[in-house]
């Protein structure tokens, strides 16, 4: 069974950062890219960032270039998300997904999602 489970959202202070985690179970992580997802209050779902596995490529919205990082580590079956320079928009319920491939931006498997906060 796949399984994709985030943690580390929380309350946070514009400028703050956060560090997101995703431990996934149920298939073979190296094999595939993962994504980090949002949704923002009363808004539809917005794709974040995605890295690839193999090689050094990731990819970012514009809306988060330069302040969030993606990364993984395959020996740990875990993605990462380590936010920067938080804003109040950034405020959203975050998902990883499971990639359909190496590289698609289609995704077949959702974590449950982790809220995160950012507000004075």
């Known amino acids: 069974e796949v399984q994709l489970v985030e943690s580390g959202g929380g309350l946070v202070q514009p400028g703050g950062s956060l560090r997101l985690s995703c431990e996934t179970s149920?298939?073979?992580?190296?094999?595939?890219?993962m994504s980090w997802v949002r949704q923002a209050p009363g808004k539809g779902l917005e794709w974040v960032s995605l890295?690839?596995?193999?090689?050094?490529?990731?990819s970012y919205a514009d809306s988060v270039k330069g302040r969030f990082t993606i990364s993984r580590d395959n020996a740990k079956n875990t993605l990462y998300l380590q936010m920067n320079s938080l804003k109040p928009d950034d405020t959203a319920v975050y998902y990883c997904?499971?990639?359909?491939?190496?590289?698609?931006?289609?995704?077949?498997?959702w974590g449950q999602g982790t809220q995160v906060t950012v507000s004075s």
């Open positions: 997904a499971k990639d359909l491939g190496i590289w698609t931006y289609e995704f077949d498997y």
């Open positions: 149920g298939f073979t992580f190296s094999n595939y890219a």
């Open positions: 890295i690839v596995t193999g090689v050094p490529v990731t």
